[in-house]
């Protein structure tokens, strides 16, 4: 325990004296910022209709302002943060020669790991409560709406999911750092996957269902084939933790489906049924609706970790 | 007198792959000496060390220090024996103090009795005046010091030492020589010492071992030694030419 302890108080420092650190909350911060700010003046303007909504606090977050929501950025962004955090932790230590001075101290070898996992876990709670208690003082200022105890809840959950869709990434590169012993490539590994599953999946998925399932959208369409279509299509993109994360924090943050999810997951039957929600959903509801996707998210995140681990444990360290 | 032994290993064996590093390895190392671990680049010292430390799995056979056993006990192993790597690390975004802070948490020290601890050992190898300079910018000698600062705040009993003068200079390595010296008569500390300096090494040891490709050829004092392969005569042998007539032999 005084090992991991011991690990986890350097590593937390670590994190937040590195430039890269203060640069990456610096963009993340700043944009998110702006894009609450602009759907904060957004919202001013149309005083009325906000009137009539029922979570007009959680607008700030879900509405897009110029380009793209706060909960969106953070969906696209997130997983750098997890990424630039610990895609060189282990492997520099091994390079650095670092990590055979730390294993040889009347240490557990396994709290090096938890310890660096930990810390970053830390690190991106402490950011993401940050980012989102700023964008509620600027709410307060901007809009002068007060967050119902509902709304607290749903932010609350956001946080919870947040925070373990972005320590999936940061097990992930951990993963690299370990199983990678140059920087570089477990950098680039890491950068790939990222592109890979966020950006790619949700297009193969497309390309997956209509190979499988081809819905001719000029003739009469058939309701099986398009309904097959889009089950293969969910499966394949439930692949993707950013659609797991953003399917999730959309049912949360925007229980009426008023913003439109990612273009490419919309299939025409959906549409159909978003634009049926009249009443929000109840926040047992919501969760109950996103249980399978923070499940999946959780399951992920843990047997990442749980590979690295692994290889940690039994790989021999000479340097 | 008669001194126990602290460490001792039977028919230790490391495989990698198909290369056998470590083949049937069996010493005593008793307590209160040091003792000169030789032999040329890749006979397996390293390799021997990081089994007795329990960071390395033996193939077969086994050890024992200070009547743990590695593999078994680690923990304890690491915190009565330390370890100076070949190439010692550091934080190089670190000072030489905060670095030590690091090891005596690690070690379980409290902070108050750490900085205490710490001042002391930084006199002791001599780096007061840059203890508060990153040790990015250290040479190479005063990395290697602040390796022995980082290793004594456990209060081992117990050392193991890889190469430790490598890369330093003439003048250097003889201080530090000098010094593993002193911390074996004043602080009782056995010493495992892996040289390539043996003039040096003859100074200090008490005993020596020869290892060549994995198996250790020749044990005990220097005397002991030339005597088995020069026989009785006159003549004062070296180390140098000790080894050198083990190694042409092999
Ligand atoms: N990870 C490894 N994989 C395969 N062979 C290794 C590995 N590490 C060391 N060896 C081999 O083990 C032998 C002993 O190495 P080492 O203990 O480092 O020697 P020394 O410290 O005496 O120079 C060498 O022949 C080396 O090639
Ligand atoms: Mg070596």
């Excluded at chain 1, 998110?32 to 149309?46: D, P």
């Excluded at chain 1, 959950?157 to 373990?164: A, D, N, R």
């Excluded at chain 2, 470590?22 to 000169?36: A, I, P, Q, Y």
């Amino acid at each position: 325990m005084q090992g991991l302890y011991a690990v986890f108080k350097k590593e937390l420092c670590d994190h937040f004296s590195s430039y890269r650190f203060v640069i990456l909350f610096a963009l993340i911060a700043m944009v998110s910022f702006i894009s609450s700010y602009m759907a904060g003046i957004h919202m001013k303007e149309n005083l009325e209709a906000l009137a009539s909504t029922r979570f007009p606090f959680l607008m700030l977050f879900s509405s897009t302002g110029a380009l793209f929501s706060m909960v969106q950025f953070v969906a696209f962004f997130g997983p750098l943060i997890g990424l630039v955090l610990a895609f060189d932790s282990i492997n520099r230590e091994r390079a650095d020669g670092t990590l055979i001075k730390l294993i040889s101290q009347p240490i557990y070898r396994d709290a090096v790991i938890n310890g660096k996992f930990l810390a970053g876990v830390a690190t991106i709670t402490i950011m993401l409560i940050a980012i989102v208690l700023v964008i509620s003082g600027l709410g307060l200022v901007i809009v002068g709406i007060v967050p119902g105890i509902e709304e607290i809840w749903r932010l609350f959950v956001y946080l919870i999911i947040s925070i373990f869709y972005i320590s999936f990434w940061l097990a992930v590169s951990i993963l690299f750092s370990i199983s990678f012993k140059s920087i570089a490539t477990s950098a680039l590994a890491s950068i790939a996957l990222w592109i890979f599953l966020s950006f790619f999946v949700s297009l193969g998925a497309n390309v997956v269902a209509d190979s499988i399932a081809p819905v001719d959208r000029q003739k009469e369409p058939n309701p099986e084939m398009i309904i097959k279509n889009i089950r293969i299509r969910e499966m394949v993109s439930l692949c993707s933790p950013m659609v797991l994360y953003s399917e999730a924090t959309q049912t949360i943050i925007d229980p009426m489906r008023k913003t439109t999810r990612s273009v490419v997951l919309m299939g025409p039957m959906e549409e159909l049924l978003s634009s049926r929600f009249q009443n929000p959903l109840p926040l047992g509801q919501s969760i109950l609706v996103i249980f399978p996707h923070m499940t999946a998210l959780v399951a992920l995140t843990l047997i990442c970790f749980a590979i690295s681990y692994v290889i940690f444990m039994v790989q021999e360290i000479r340097t | 007198m008669e001194a126990s032994t602290i460490i001792e290993t039977v028919n230790l064996t490391k495989h990698y792959n198909r290369q056998t590093a470590v083949k049937d390895l069996s010493f005593k190392v008793n307590e209160g000496e040091v003792f000169g671990f030789l032999g040329p680049n890749g006979a397996g010292k390293t390799t021997t060390l990081l089994m007795l430390m329990g960071l390395s799995h033996p193939s077969g056979g086994s050890a024992r220090v200070c009547g743990l056993d590695p593999l078994r006990k680690p923990i304890e192993v690491k915190r009565i024996a330390g370890y100076l790597p070949e190439n010692v690390g550091f934080y190089g975004d670190l000072d030489a103090v905060q670095n030590l802070k690091y090891v005596a948490s690690l070690n379980g020290i409290q902070t108050d009795k750490a900085s205490e601890k710490i001042d002391e050992l930084l006199d002791l190898v001599g780096l007061k005046q840059d203890a508060r300079k990153k040790v990015g910018a250290f040479s190479r000698g005063m990395k290697q010091r602040l390796g022995f600062a980082e290793v004594l705040i456990k209060d081992p009993k117990l050392l193991f030492l890889d190469e430790p003068t490598i890369g330093l200079d003439p003048d250097g390595a003889l201080r530090l020589m000098e010094f593993i010296k002193s911390l074996n008569r004043d602080r009782q500390i056995t010493v495992l010492l892996s040289s390539h300096n043996l003039y040096q090494v003859q100074k200090i040891s008490h005993r020596v071992g020869i290892m060549i490709h994995g198996e250790m050829v020749a044990e005990g004092t220097i005397e002991s030694l030339a005597k088995e392969k020069f026989g009785v005569g006159q003549k004062e042998y070296s180390l140098e030419e000790i080894y050198m007539k083990y190694f042409q032999e092999v």
